[in-house]
């Protein structure tokens, strides 16, 4: 009886223990006047030299807006379910980055606050500044939750080739087709010998295979809406003739040997590629360049640019709904996207440590491996430019958004809610057979009929329904 009474009596010294060291820490944080921001990203993870460089950069948002900040990140390979866990688990944060694979999902259950009221009046500096084509883009059910980084918001697909191989074999790069690709492959190859792949891929790279369809924020890419179709008809992407005449070349590059045997495992890439397909802008060649250790990368716009629900989701920054801060979080945005020394800061590091100033807007760096990844942060078209890109780096950017063709679907997202059943089913199935489809390493002619009667069994005729009901009373 008297261990019981000790044990009984020891729980509540440990329960009172922890609950002054609670109240004590809230005291702490209140007392400190200074909240401090959890900021999620995707990365290969602070390092601890960084972490500490982040601290001091935190002087400058305290001065500035009177909040602190730390970034955390998950790992390439697991965000999304890093991600997912931190939500579920109930992990506090303030704001996370976000795409279009799990901006809707992420909403649809609740992560992430409603901010549309609250943007004009805590941040309208930056209300005004982000276009409103992207306000419409990012969208959920006519509401905003959150943030878009106003960047290479349409989207412009390039081909990118080594130069040499170029003018060794005499290839007109502006052709464009798979079926001009496929006819300067066979050059290299025959050139170039048995052992040597032209193309050679990763088992996630995009191929340009749906580039020119709206996939409605489903999360699903078998199901979306051709980017200019005015009768805005829901369809089966491996249904369409283009998108199958796409898969057939690739498979016959793979099973030539144009495309590397591993690629529908590969995980990387090497550093060096002869040919490949990328997002993104001319501008960046020279850069792609050095990091291959060549001369010099001939950029070919293959697509683009347009505007998607699908582009402008590419990159969101969201306030979660579970935090203390929520107009300190978008005040923190606000800064990101309207303060070029803050936005500086982000992406180079220290100032006089990491970076220089060569001008008031153009940047040397002095190391290259930073932790942050650009692309999540804010706008590019409030930071500097280093010094080894070229003049007016960011203005051909602005230019291609501004010529971008906005797709029929923009401003429509799908209430994923009446069939997530059916699109988790389905992801599982695309899952199955995806990247044996996207790197051509399955006979398209063999394996899609294969993955739509699987699509079927779990539903997918009735996401395609859905859908259409949906756009359809959207658009009436």
């Not at 106003?150 to 989207?155: P, R």
């Not at 800061?345 to 006089?352: A, Q, R, S, V």
């Amino acid at each position: 009886m008297r261990k019981q009474r000790k044990s009984v009596i020891s729980i509540y010294v440990v329960i009172l223990i922890s609950v002054l060291f609670i109240s004590g820490c809230a005291k702490q944080e209140v007392s400190s006047g200074v909240p401090t921001l959890i900021w999620w990203q995707i990365g290969n993870g602070i390092t601890v030299n960084d972490a500490e460089s982040i601290k001091k950069i935190s002087d400058y948002t305290e001065e500035k807006i009177g909040v602190r900040f730390e970034i955390k990140q998950a790992g390439w390979g697991d965000a999304a379910q890093r991600f997912q866990t931190i939500v579920n688990s109930g992990e506090y944060f303030d704001i996370m980055f976000t795409d279009k694979d799990q901006y809707n999902k992420l909403v649809n259950i609740g992560a992430f606050a409603d901010i549309t009221d609250s943007l004009p009046a805590e941040s309208p500096l930056l209300w005004n500044y982000i276009p409103e084509l992207l306000w419409t883009g990012a969208k959920i059910n006519e509401r905003i939750y959150a943030v878009p980084t106003y960047k290479d918001s349409s989207k412009t697909m390039y081909y990118v080739w080594d130069h040499a191989y170029v003018q060794k074999y005499d290839i007109d790069i502006s052709k464009t087709s798979f079926a001009d690709l496929d006819t300067a492959f066979r050059k290299i190859k025959a050139g170039e010998g048995q052992r040597f792949y032209p193309f050679i891929l990763a088992k996630g790279e995009n191929t340009f295979i749906v580039d020119d369809y709206d996939s409605l924020a489903a999360n699903l890419p078998p199901i979306g809406v051709k980017l200019d179709d005015e009768t805005r008809t829901v369809v089966n992407l491996f249904e369409q003739e283009d998108v199958l005449e796409k898969l057939r070349y690739l498979h016959l590059w793979f099973k030539d040997g144009i495309i590397n045997p591993d690629a529908n495992v590969a995980e990387n890439v090497p550093k060096y590629r002869t040919f490949f397909m990328v997002q993104g802008w001319s501008g960046v060649g020279p850069s792609l360049a050095i990091s291959a250790g060549i001369e010099q990368y001939d950029m070919v716009q293959a697509f683009g640019p347009s505007y998607s629900t699908d582009s402008i989701q590419g990159s969101l920054n969201a306030v979660s709904s579970n935090s203390r801060y929520k107009n300190e979080a978008l005040r923190l945005l606000e800064l990101v996207n309207m303060d070029r020394k803050f936005r500086d800061m982000l992406i180079y590091g220290l100032e006089g440590t990491h970076f220089t100033y060569v001008t008031e807007d153009i940047v040397h760096r002095n190391v290259t491996d930073w932790s942050l990844i650009n692309y999540q942060l804010g706008t590019y078209f409030n930071m500097s430019v280093p010094d080894d890109m070229p003049e007016g780096y960011w203005d051909e950017v602005r230019q291609l958004n501004e010529d971008a063709v906005p797709s029929v679907m923009i401003g429509f997202v799908m209430d994923i809610e009446p069939v997530q059943i059916e699109l988790t089913n389905c992801r599982t199935v695309w899952e199955k057979y995806q990247y044996d489809i996207r790197t051509g390493a399955a006979d398209p002619d063999v394996v899609v009929p294969l993955l739509i009667s699987e699509l079927k069994i779990n539903g997918f005729d009735k996401i395609i329904a859905e859908a259409q009901r949906q756009v359809d009373a959207h658009y009436e």
